[in-house]
């Protein structure tokens, strides 16, 4: 470009300033983690520290629900009549898992659907299919069943950003199973939006701690798990360009407040729902593909491609969202302090056949006071219980 900085140098740029600093070659990587390794690892570390038990479940992909099978699924079992028989899913590729306490008592189940498809929503993320609810006399009203959608490549391995997208879904899995809530308004899926990320994002940090990535790791050739050196190097490159990724992120932020901040544009933005990028801004004559280009390029200097964000972030555009986008870097601070909190607990070793004492034990306080409470609790009030002192800024 003549010397001058585009768009689309940015990533590359990125990449080759990656691969000088330090020395690793991302692509390359890739075939060290393979989706299902990976998977096995990160469920039995959630099986683990949560005391929980997971188990691979048949199933089969109904077209349409039937009235009796329609009753099934709302009464909270998902599609699986009784014991044994198959869940109904949505699509082959679909995995289910039954999940029960460490004693053996029933919990529910969760769904996994892990690769791109046509037609499939192209991001990732998990969703409650059955709210998980409480009975008043004891026992289960209706038991919880989860969903994580992903588009993960069916071959090659992961990149580590897929690694980490990964634990942070099926955190959102384990809030799903774990809370223990009495009516809907006190499920998972009703903690404030400014929380809500929390407690997964909490969870991602496994993805980057070195005990782990060892486990995560394994060589395409030998099965050896990836040297202590070079998991330094990924671990290190862990920062790489944050403060760019920082930077937009608070442009967002800054986009979401100004673009819900009109009132005269609310009812337009509700009403376009996905199509909202083709909206031309209405009298003030800027667009919102422009208004968000021009807000990144001024936050981050460097500059933006107009289509890039618009098709892919929709969150700002959406009711549940608007003004509450930055809940996202709110909630990465929060789940900075949670997880320096678990492992302080100690160091674990699966290779051994369980956490340590004090992880799990951490872990598991994690779970009773955070998770299991849903929005039945204020999050401060969760946060305070759990940290034993107000939450602080330090481990971020």
């Given at each position: ?64 629900f039937s009235p009796a099978e329609a009753e099934v699924a709302q009464a909270g079992d998902g599609g699986a009549e009784a014991e044994g028989e198959a869940v109904l899913t949505w699509h082959e590729d679909v995995l289910a898992f039954g999940v029960r306490e460490a004693d053996g008592a029933h919990v529910g189940h969760f769904l996994l659907d892990l690769h ?236 051994q056949g369980g956490a340590s004492d004090g992880l799990a034990a951490a872990a598991m306080r994690y779970r009773r006071l955070v998770l299991e409470p849903g929005a039945s609790r204020p999050p401060a009030e969760m946060l305070r219980s759990f940290l034993c002192r107000e939450p602080t800024m330090d481990a971020f």
């Open positions: 470009g003549g010397g001058r900085l585009l768009p689309w140098d940015v990533d590359y740029l990125g990449e080759r300033l990656r691969q000088e600093r330090y020395g690793l070659d991302t692509e390359a990587l890739r075939a060290w983690f393979p989706l299902p390794h990976v998977l096995r690892i990160a469920l039995d570390l959630y099986q683990r520290v949560f005391g929980l038990s997971f188990e691979p479940l048949p199933t089969r992909v109904a077209d349409a791109p498809r046509p037609g499939k929503y192209s991001h990732a993320c998990a969703y409650p299919v059955v709210d998980g609810l409480l009975a008043r006399g004891g026992g289960w009203a209706a038991r919880p069943v989860a969903a994580m959608v992903a588009n993960f490549p069916r071959c090659g391995g992961l990149r580590q950003p897929e690694v980490v997208t990964l634990f942070h879904e099926l955190g959102h899995v384990m809030h799903a199973l774990c809370a223990r809530a009495r009516t809907w308004a006190q499920s998972w899926f009703c903690v404030p939006l400014d929380f809500v990320e929390a407690p997964s994002q909490a969870l991602e940090h496994f993805a980057w701690d070195p005990r782990f990535l060892r486990l995560l790791s394994r060589s395409p050739a030998t099965g050896e798990p990836l040297d202590k050196e070079t998991i330094g190097r990924l671990v290190a490159s862990r920062n790489h360009l944050s403060a760019l990724a920082l930077l937009r992120q608070i442009g967002m932020t800054r986009f979401d407040q100004l673009l819900h901040a009109d009132p005269a544009r609310e009812p337009r933005l509700r009403a376009a729902g996905a199509d909202f990028e083709h909206d031309d801004g209405g009298a003030d004559g800027a667009g919102l593909s422009r208004m968000l280009e021009e807000e990144l390029a001024a936050t981050t200097g460097l500059p933006q491609l107009r289509a890039d964000y618009l098709s892919g972030w929709l969150h700002p555009a959406t009711a549940e969202y608007a003004g509450g986008y930055y809940g996202y870097l709110y909630s990465e601070v929060l789940s900075a302090d949670i997880f320096a909190t678990i492992s302080a607990g100690g160091p674990t070793s699966l290779e």
